[in-house]
C-alpha cells in the first residue's frame, strides 16, 4: 500500500493525522495485520482516489463494497469525511474484536465457477452463511472454520472449486452480531445529510434510505455486490471507475456487466507515473 499512502499524504495530509490519532498507529504500516487497521488504510485510499477523478459531479451513482458503503456515502456528502473516519476506525476495531473473541474459528471460504444458488445450497448444508455474492462465479461463505471445511468438501463432490481466505473473522455473518450494537449506537451520533449523488447499499441492492440502520444490519448480511451492480447499470451507469487499492472492483465488472467499461484508477495513474 505504499503508493497508496503516499497518495493519502499528499491529498488528505489532515485526515491521515487523524486517523493516527484515533488508531494510535499508522494504519498503512499495520494494514496487513488485521482488518483493525486495514479498514481506515481502504478508506483513506479511496478517498484519495476519488479526489483525483476529472469530473465526479458526472457520476449517476456511487456504491461501495463493504466498507466501501462508508467511503461511498462520504464521497456523495452524506456525511463528513471526519465523522466517516470515526465510524471506519471503530467499525474495524469492532470486527476484529468480534473475530478474536471466537478464538479465530471464524473465518471466510470462496466458492469459484458456482451459481448463486449452488453456493447458497453449499453453505445450508454445511451450516454456515452466504457473505458476499460477488460475481456470478465468485461467492464467499463465512462461518466456523469445521463448517468451512465441510462445506469445501460439500462443494468438491459437486464439482465447484473453493478456496479458503486468510481473514480473521466469519464476516457479514451472525458471527458480527457483537459487534453491530456498538456500531448502530455510533451511527446515531453522526450526522448525515442529503447525498450529492444517489449511494446504493450493498445490503438491498438499492439506493440508501436509513443509513443507519442498513450500515449496522450490513455487518451481519452478506454483500448483495452482483445484484449492486446490475442496479447500477439499470440506473444509467455507463462505464465504472474504481477508486479504490487493488482494482478489486474493477476486476468484477466485465463478470456482473460485461458490456460496460471498467477504470482501475490505481492501474491508470501507475501506468502514467
Known amino acids: 500500500m505504499a503508493r497508496s499512502q503516499a497518495r493519502v499524504a499528499h491529498a488528505l495530509p489532515a485526515l491521515l493525522e487523524?486517523?493516527?490519532?484515533?488508531?494510535?498507529?499508522?494504519?498503512?504500516?499495520?494494514?496487513?495485520?488485521?482488518t483493525r487497521y486495514a479498514q481506515p488504510a481502504i478508506f483513506l485510499s479511496s478517498l484519495a482516489g476519488f479526489l483525483e477523478l476529472e469530473e465526479p459531479s458526472a457520476a449517476v451513482a456511487f456504491a461501495g463494497h463493504s466498507l466501501g458503503e462508508l467511503s461511498a456515502l462520504a464521497a456523495a456528502g452524506a456525511l463528513s469525511w471526519e465523522e466517516a473516519l470515526g465510524l471506519v476506525v471503530l467499525?474495524?476495531?469492532?470486527?476484529?474484536?468480534?473475530?478474536r473473541s471466537s478464538g479465530g474459528e471464524g473465518s471466510m471460504l470462496a466458492l469459484l465457477k458456482s451459481t448463486p444458488e449452488e453456493a447458497a445450497a453449499v453453505a445450508a448444508a454445511a451450516g454456515v452463511w452466504v457473505a458476499n455474492d460477488n460475481a456470478p462465479g465468485q461467492t464467499v461463505l463465512a462461518g466456523?472454520?469445521?463448517?468451512?471445511r465441510e462445506a469445501a468438501r460439500i462443494a468438491?463432490?459437486?464439482?465447484?472449486?473453493?478456496?479458503?481466505?486468510?481473514?480473521?473473522?466469519?464476516?457479514?455473518s451472525p458471527w458480527m452480531a457483537a459487534a453491530q450494537e456498538p456500531f448502530r449506537e455510533a451511527l446515531e451520533r453522526v450526522t448525515f445529510g442529503e447525498p450529492a449523488v444517489t449511494?446504493?447499499?450493498?445490503?438491498?441492492?438499492?439506493?440508501?434510505?436509513?443509513?443507519?440502520?442498513?450500515?449496522?444490519r450490513a455487518l451481519t448480511s452478506?454483500?448483495?455486490?452482483?445484484?449492486?451492480?446490475?442496479?447500477?447499470?439499470?440506473?444509467?451507469?455507463?462505464?465504472?471507475?474504481?477508486?479504490?487499492?487493488?482494482?478489486?472492483?474493477?476486476?468484477?465488472?466485465?463478470?456482473?456487466?460485461a458490456d460496460l467499461q471498467a477504470i482501475a484508477l490505481e492501474e491508470h495513474y501507475a501506468g502514467n507515473a
Open 18 to 34: 487523524l486517523a493516527g490519532e484515533l488508531i494510535g498507529a499508522d494504519c498503512f504500516e499495520l494494514a496487513g495485520e488485521s
Open 91 to 99: 467499525r474495524g476495531a469492532l470486527m476484529d474484536e468480534s473475530g
Open 144 to 148: 466456523p472454520r469445521e463448517g468451512l
Open 156 to 172: 468438491r463432490e459437486r464439482g465447484v472449486r473453493s478456496l479458503a481466505l486468510d481473514v480473521t473473522g466469519a464476516f457479514h
Open 199 to 216: 449511494v446504493f447499499s450493498g445490503l438491498t441492492a438499492q439506493p440508501f434510505v436509513d443509513p443507519r440502520d442498513e450500515l449496522a
Open 222 to 257: 452478506p454483500v448483495r455486490w452482483r445484484e449492486t451492480m446490475l442496479a447500477l447499470a439499470a440506473h444509467g451507469a455507463q462505464s465504472f471507475i474504481d477508486v479504490g487499492p487493488d482494482q478489486v472492483l474493477a476486476r468484477l465488472v466485465a463478470r456482473n456487466v
